[in-house]
């Protein structure tokens, strides 16, 4: 396994519909390896292929269990996720030796069902580092893929794990989380990037 080089929008890989894998070769797998292994080194909950430069449909997520909570509906009628960590009123009690990673590796994603329910997260992304934003999407979606074995997979999330999942199919179609802002906040935002990329020499 290797990290591999993150890079930052406006990278043009950022902006690619990724390519389909034909199959989950070894090549692949070793891709997938390599994802997990960048995202945790740069404490990440999930990586696209193209955010380090290959432009082919795979990603890795983990969202640790009980990492989130609903914490309530607004006046649009949008659920809203915050973090839930132990030590938070209303969080289990979890301890230490339980395991709480939750390692998806998915070649070819596809949604194949969304909710008309809609839900919020402050969003952030490796590739545009110290940036946040609410981004609204569907709740709830079930997921087609092949997993590590190549075997053909289907998966309901919601929640973070929701948010996340499509955060990063977006990814392979060319979509990082600030398309989904306004104009305005987008523009704010891209500003604000440029400033934090020349202030922690990242390019
Ligand atoms: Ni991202």
Not at 69 to 98: M, P, Q
Not at 197 to 202: T, V
Request: aromatic share 4%; net charge negative.
């Amino acid at each position: 396994m290797a990290i591999r080089q993150i890079l930052y929008l406006p990278d043009p890989a950022l902006k690619t519909v990724c390519d389909p894998v034909d199959s989950v070769t070894s090549e692949v797998q070793a891709l997938m390896d390599d994802l997990l292994e960048t995202m945790y080194d740069d404490n990440g909950i999930g990586l696209s292929a193209n955010q380090v430069g290959v432009l082919q449909r795979v990603l890795v997520m983990d969202v640790p269990k009980g990492a989130w909570k609903y914490t309530g509906e607004d006046a649009d009628g949008i659920l809203h996720i915050g973090s839930a960590r132990r030590g938070d009123a209303g969080a289990e009690e979890t301890d230490e030796e339980i395991d709480t990673h939750n390692v998806l590796m998915m070649a070819n994603p596809e949604i194949i069902e969304a909710s008309e329910q809609k839900s919020a997260y402050l969003e952030g992304c490796l590739s545009v580092p110290g940036q946040f934003a609410d981004v609204v999407r569907p709740a709830k979606v079930k997921v087609r893929y092949l997993d590590r074995d190549g075997k053909t997979q289907e998966q309901e999330f919601e929640g973070l794990d929701s948010h996340c999942v499509q955060h990063e199919i977006d990814h392979l179609n060319g979509i990082v989380f600030i398309d989904h802002l306004s104009r305005l906040k987008r523009s704010t935002l891209v500003r604000k990037l440029e400033k934090y990329k020349k202030s922690h020499n990242l390019d």
